[in-house]
């Protein structure tokens, strides 16, 4: 392990790898730590296709996009660090590392985080019944499934209908395992429509909309559940649940540290180059924002590498910023602040998420003056974009506030 380097990344998926490859290709020494034993990502267990139109132009399954981006980011000089734990970050750029070999120190002029997100576990969820074997989430499905070659049940039930919930339907049939139900609390799916259709029509799956899970039963084994419908409780015969989404950004690294998180997204915060509020380091993917496909989130670690390309030159801004207050339906926006000087790489700024189904007009204001407005109908889960003049105009003005003056809709 190198003592030091150019730039320290923390986590070896497609923003981590994405970035990693852009910088090394530019010249620079570049580390990828890795927790895990192999690289890649959350996408090297997940079987089926949908990955790489955007990063490679074609189309392929989750394990060979993880080789792809591997193989691409070691031929273009990027040293891989596996098995590898970040114990801390210090301020300066030291990263404290602990692995099989012992513990050790790694400094960098830049560090990325690029440690993504993770999915909810039971425990946070406040589901009554016994604790039996059986109840994972949809990362470990995928584990048991592509890479052990385990059935871990026969009939599950699949709680909720973000995007990862439609992935685990599809490792489920891979695995020959027979899908119940899902189970949706809100009013319609939180993955677009076309979603419901495919499960139901396609699949042969009931999807459950404005229905709770409420107990799971069983003793060794799952042997069911309980779910309230309209006031309704009914049970599923099954032996298998797969908890999926309501991700959180993986920040146990960040918690103990010394950079300062947002409230609402649970991400690190940052300015429109992906600096947070050290500027040596810089935060991209899902660690922002659970969560993004995988293609946005190799977009982002390329966007974070072009930020620290430009600042190796002397070309970025510098500053404490300006923050960025989220009003009205908002549940966040990103960037946090923003530095006066200069617009973000790309379009991947200036975005927001809705806290819930909602109608009504987006804001950007500043000082009391309306910047801009559109009419606008949010959904939860989706991300919308804001447009950077008014942002980047309201920064200058001093102040800066985004806001959804809604009106609730089902």
Known sequence: MKAQADVAIVGSGPAGLGAATALAQAGLDVVVVER????GGIPRHCGHTGYGLREFQRLLTGPAYARRLVSDARAAGVAIE?????????????????SSGGRTTLTARHVLLATGARETPRSARLIGGTRPWGVINTGALQ??????GIRPFSRAVVIGTELVSFSALLTLRHAGIAAVAMVEAGPRIVARRPGDWIA??????????????VEIEGGTQVTGVVVERNGTRFRLPCDGVVLSGSFVPETGLIKEGHLALDRGSGGPAIDQFFRTTDAQVLAAGNV?????TAGVAWAEGRAAAAAILADCRGDLPCGPGTQITVGGGLAYAYPQRVVAGGPPPG????????????????VISAGGQ???SRGARLLPERRVQLPAAPVLEAARIGE????????ATS
């Open 347 to 362: 379009k991947l700024m200036f975005r927001a998420r809705a806290t819930e189904a909602a109608t009504g007009r987006l």
């Open 143 to 148: 584990q048991f499934t592509y890479l052990s």
């Open 400 to 407: 800066a506030r985004i806001a959804f003056e809604t009106q």
């Open 36 to 39: 895990e034993q192999e690289a």
């Open 288 to 292: 922002l924002h659970p969560i993004e």
């Open 200 to 213: 139901r029509l396609l699949l042969d799956v009931p999807v459950l909309v404005s229905s709770r899970l």
């Open 82 to 98: 596996t098995g590898t734990t970040v114990v801390a970050l210090t301020p300066g750029g030291q990263l404290d590392l602990a």
């Open 370 to 372: 309306t910047l801009w």
